[in-house]
């Protein structure tokens, strides 16, 4: 079998399975987690056997032109390359790990065919995205993906928070989505084309007019869909989803989907240094604004949904830098130990019966009841902080070290203020990742109080993907920086010591101040209690974490944060708390921007299609509406008045007659 017939195979087998989960879902229920599991797992197979045929060799490429448009022709394209090797491996293993981990986590849950099958068909989308040769058929991906997360992120559309999440994440996309198919077009345009390869010679031969433009409505839709500043607000939002969800979207799929996007044109936004420079300062302050919102969250998932803006920032900050290589291989590790964070912490949430981290803190014990949880989640938050020798450590130092290159003058399509923008906010980031890093696992394993709820312990398989997902987050990074450059564009990933030390140094501290003021601040918590736990300790995780979403609000006040004393975050952030807790209230600012001007403009057109429209219609049929009235008196029903009628009418037209024939 043929490259070409292994790759086109990985992103089909997913989309098969997910048609046949939905036909079959109902009918034969005993088939969908086969359906669900082995397709994805065929997949990865096929997906490794891809990468090791290219093997960081020449470029895969194939196409198929799908129909004559009689202008920019669109093709069934494949291009294959290292990055599109190695960045299918991640989207198939993640997707495998949570599909194997759904079947424990909603193993009672009535809706989970369909949650099934739209997992398997996000995963498809995905891999066609990644692996697809053409911007058009890129562009279905896209869409797909968006769709699917809208029904994903309302699997629990019972509650409010899931309604109200999926119709945000799927309306702040699409914001992004609208200048980014205009982009997409203008490129086409411009190039002649949609294929990536001649996007890419277009631009190497100085045939696109309107780089800048165009980068920057491409940059629009990238915000959107890897949730950076201004378009991130819907991430945090969309963890009231299922937790596995949480963890596809996070670390393989939609939000990597721009992120990838951006190395494939890379060229294309180099053309231009205000593009670059933009895509700087949005790294920048997506990398700082996300460390410090996540430091003031109560609800264990928002800390990780604001981690990932963070660490999505470090590789928008490396492509503005110039150096896709360690984009991706933050984009690969990332994937590895954000997945991992998000699955314990679904299995922390069951064991808690609450995703309250200042409930979790006033119990004790809850690290003995979770044990697999507890280490496994030890390793990513240290991977997460860039601690060596975990993989976190080398990419993230990839992407200093990329930054201080371009800072410096030794990056030639980077302006030296991308540089400097991206390397300042980096080790900012660092600081304050360690911190919010060190928190979690104090508040969340390290709690005082009563003792931990029994909910049982979670299914085999949910705790089998843990230690799974923790070898990669252990050792991909040090395993791989040596080789991943003849996958990549050759550009040495090796760390530097000036940068290594700063780095891991400026983490140190972040850690043991927020460790400082935690033993300051705990003994606090004995004081004020609080807490709101599941009310089916016996249920299925699924269950337990959606009632803790539905109570969490009732309990604390807000979605957000509670009004609790001990957090060492309090602490630290001082007055910045409250506004780091609401996201530093881009929602509000948004609503002003957006919503309200939308909802405004709704009601004016309301306004005159009820009262200027409405009366043109009814008043052009008025006169008809006379007309009949009129009519409809001469109909009396009698019988001598219609002959007295008829005769009359007889006489009128003999005198007319005789008047006309004499010339009188």
Excluded at 26 to 49: E, Q, Y
């Amino acid at each position: 079998m043929t490259t070409t017939t292994l790759a086109v195979l990985v992103p089909l087998l997913p989309f098969l399975g997910a048609a046949a989960g939905l036909l079959l879902g109902r009918t034969a229920p005993g088939f969908v987690r086969p359906l669900a599991v082995l397709p994805t797992l065929a997949s990865l197979v096929l997906a490794a056997l891809v990468a090791a045929r290219q093997g960081g060799g020449p470029a895969v490429d194939a196409a198929t032109e799908l129909t004559p448009t009689g202008s920019v022709p669109i093709a069934l394209a494949l291009h294959v390359d290292g990055f599109a090797a190695l960045v299918a491996v991640l989207v198939a293993c993640v997707a495998t790990c949570v599909q194997i981990y759904s079947t424990g986590y909603l193993r009672d849950d009535p809706r989970y065919p369909s949650y099934a099958a739209l997992v398997s068909l996000f995963t498809s989308a995905m891999l066609l995205v990644v692996y697809t040769g053409d911007l058009m058929v890129l562009l279905v991906g896209w869409e797909v993906m968006g769709i699917c997360s809208y029904f994903l992120v309302g699997h629990y559309w019972e509650t409010p928070e899931a309604r109200a999440a999926s119709l945000k994440a799927f309306l702040v996309t699409k914001l992004g989505d609208v200048p980014f198919l205009i982009g997409l077009f203008a490129l086409a345009t411009e190039a002649g084309s949609f294929r990536i390869t001649t996007i890419l010679g277009a631009v190497a031969h100085g045939s696109i007019d309107h780089p800048t433009l165009i980068a920057l409505l491409l940059l629009a839709g990238v915000a959107g869909k890897s949730a950076q500043f201004p378009l991130h607000t819907w991430l945090p939002d969309a963890m009231a989803g299922p937790t596995p969800v949480s963890a596809l979207i996070h670390a393989a799929t939609m939000v990597a989907a721009g992120v990838y996007f951006v190395a494939r044109l890379l060229p294309l936004f180099e053309a231009s240094p205000a593009a670059m420079l933009v895509l700087a300062v949005m790294a920048a302050v997506t990398m700082a604004g996300s460390a410090l919102a996540a430091l003031a969250q109560d609800d264990i998932k928002r800390v990780l949904a604001y981690s990932t803006i963070g660490q999505l920032g470090y590789m928008t900050g490396a492509l503005a830098t110039g150096d896709r290589g360690a984009a991706v291989f933050h984009l690969l590790t990332h994937g590895a130990f954000k997945a991992l964070l998000f699955l314990a912490a679904g299995v922390i949430i069951h064991a808690a019966g609450t995703n309250s981290l200042a409930a979790m803190s006033r119990m004790r014990n809850l690290r003995e009841r979770v044990p697999d949880a507890y280490w496994t989640t030890t390793v990513a938050l240290l991977a997460l902080a860039a601690i060596p020798p975990f993989s976190g450590f080398f990419s993230k130092e990839s992407v200093l070290v990329a930054a201080e290159r371009a800072a410096t003058g030794h990056t030639a399509h980077a302006p030296g203020a991308a540089g400097w923008t991206v390397l300042v906010a980096g080790l900012l980031t660092a600081v304050l990742t360690a911190g919010y890093a060190m928190r979690l696992w104090l508040l969340a394993f390290r709690g005082r109080g009563t003792e931990a709820p029994g909910h049982g312990r979670q299914p085999v398989v949910m705790n089998a993907v843990l230690w799974v997902l923790a070898v990669p987050s252990l050792a991909l990074g040090g395993l791989a920086f040596r080789v991943l450059p003849d996958w990549f564009d050759g550009r040495d990933l090796t760390p530097a010591l000036t940068t290594s030390v700063l780095g891991t140094g400026l983490a140190l501290v972040g850690g043991i101040v927020t460790y400082a003021a935690w033993r300051h601040t705990t003994a606090l918590a004995s004081r004020v209690p609080l807490g709101a736990v599941a009310a089916h300790p016996e249920g299925d995780a699924a269950l337990v974490e959606a009632e803790a979403i539905a109570s969490h609000a009732p309990a604390y006040g807000d979605i957000a944060s509670a009004a609790d004393p001990s957090d060492p975050g309090r602490l630290l952030l001082g007055p910045l708390h409250r506004h780091a807790a609401a996201g530093f209230h881009l929602d509000a600012v948004q609503t002003t921007l957006f919503v309200r001007p939308v909802l405004a403009g709704a009601s004016l057109v309301h306004f005159l299609d009820r009262e200027v429209v409405d009366t043109y219609v009814r008043g052009a049929g008025l006169l008809p509406r006379l007309l009949g009235a009129a009519v409809r008196r001469a109909q009396t029903g009698n019988v001598q008045t219609y002959v007295s009628a008829l005769l009359a009418g007889t006489v009128v037209l003999t005198v007319a007659v005789v008047l006309v024939a004499t010339g009188a």
